[in-house]
């Protein structure tokens, strides 16, 4: 991989950046005085000693992950980072990017003789690349483009979170309503009144007014709903006239974003019922958020079991990272467009096959391959001709994604009827089976469920038709691009990469017209 090493050699070396002299602490010190020192030396990292010896880390990962754990009533022994890797004062710089990136830390103590001279971080090295063109890994990967307090994906360990909370723990704790205040807000409500005072709040936005519903009928006359979402999306944002970002102050972006996804759900059920030929239906004021939008998509009232297994998908699903559709939006943000806009390029990006699209294609995997004694005949053909197996692999995760995980516990637990146990039987029996073919075909690749493959299950039981499972996925994602392009527009600068010209060598003279 190319790092850009002519243009990091001539800029600077690793003791121009690093933090220095670093910011220590002791085994045995209280974790809690450890934040503090952290908080007040504006450090992400604070370097364990022993001695005159580095013997392990705290980063900002390791107090999130301890608050995870239950506090911050520890010692910094439990929850530091062992070992830890050092850098030498003296590597090149390209080496010390391209270890960072190929390890993913984003921060390394630095050594002089092997003792800790200071602390170099990844953005600081990204900061002296950006300087002149640099080159990356095809499609980004790997590399830190903006910084962000909405959340995060640590893959190697097959956990996400939604600000400091742990994203599953939230979709099993927490209705909607909760998390979408959350990332919108950045706290949750913490007794009945702010939740009823959020849902209060939220609950008028939801109503599609006549003047869209009139052309709702011609836009759903001639695509699907997630199409279909961006003109009517575009049209109700210009109905309320949404303006430019950078034309605005924070309440009125506030109140835009909750606009845009209070409305989405509603729109994406008022156009598939339109194209069924049946009659839209109006939000009800006393469903909850799940629940409501099953009554609008379907034309009846769900279980408690149901709206409560939809709502768990729908929280699970909110934000993971900078994704292609999140990151889509964060650049027209990063232009000062209005939300409006922001958020329908996340939906054309999210349209696409390799990122939305998949739960669908995921249960016709289950279609195709009929009983788990067929599963090595259809799948194993589907892998040597370089076939993506939907529902399988992820971007990001090398542990078990732990939205797949959830899923799997939602399905075996709304699976009642005898039927339904046995396509949650059958998609057991089938990951088993397609993740054995895998291991046996792939090698080392630890391809495992991502969230697709329940995602479809748990719709299907609940009653969503597959044509709304990634237009269901988009009424929940909304939430997590909103809370993106807020943050986006509050510490903004132009998102513009380079590209490297590859074709014929210019100048060349223009051919002669005949």
Known sequence: MSTGEGTLKTMTSIDTLMTSPPVTALVGEPLTAV???????????????????????????????????????????????????????????????????????????????????????LRDLMRVASIGPAE??????????????????????????????????????????????????????????????????????????????????????????????????????????????????????????????????????????????????????????????????????????????????????????????????RVVASTGADLGACVVAAIGSLSGPLHGGAPSRALALLDEIGSPDRIDDVVAPMIERGDKIMGFGHAVYTADDPRSLMLRGVARRIAVEPADRHLVAFAEATEAGVIAVLDRLKPGRQLRTNVEFYAGVVMQLCGIPPAMFTPTFASSRVIGWCANLLEQAADNKIIRPSARYIGPPPPQPIPAFR
């Open 35 to 121: 934040i503090r020192r952290m908080h007040d030396g504006r450090v992400g990292s604070v370097v364990v000693m022993e001695g005159t010896t580095a013997i392990g880390i705290v980063t900002e990962r390791d107090v999130l992950r301890a608050a995870a754990a239950g506090g911050y009533d520890g010692m910094v022994g439990a929850v530091m980072t062992v070992p830890v890797d050092t850098i030498d004062v003296a590597t090149p710089l390209p080496t010390a990017l391209a270890l960072m990136r190929e390890r993913g830390y984003r921060h390394m103590p630095v050594t002089d003789h092997g003792h800790p001279v200071g602390v170099v971080s």
């Open 136 to 329: 990356v890994p095809r499609g980004l990967k790997g590399v830190v483009v903006a910084d962000t307090e909405v959340g995060d994906v640590r893959g190697s360990e097959g956990f996400y979170h939604y600000r400091q909370f742990s994203a599953v723990e939230l979709a099993e704790r927490r209705p909607i309503e909760d998390v979408w205040r959350l990332m919108i807000d950045g706290a949750l409500p913490d007794n009945p009144e702010e939740r009823a005072a959020f849902i209060a709040e939220v609950a008028p936005l939801r109503a599609i007014t006549p003047s869209v519903l009139a052309v709702l009928p011609a836009i759903a006359a001639v695509s699907e709903p997630l199409d279909g979402l961006r003109t009517a999306l575009s049209l109700a944002a210009a109905e309320r006239g949404l303006r430019p970002l950078i034309d605005i102050g924070p309440d009125e972006r506030r109140a835009d974003a909750l606009f845009l996804c209070a409305i989405t759900p509603t729109l994406l059920c008022a156009l598939h019922r339109l194209r069924r030929g049946d009659e839209v239906l109006a939000p009800r004021a006393e469903l909850g958020y799940a629940a409501n939008y099953l009554w609008m998509l379907t034309g009846v009232e769900p279980t408690a079991a149901h709206a409560r297994a939809v709502e768990q998908y729908l929280v699970c699903t909110i934000d993971h990272g900078f994704n292609a559709s999140t990151f889509t939006g």
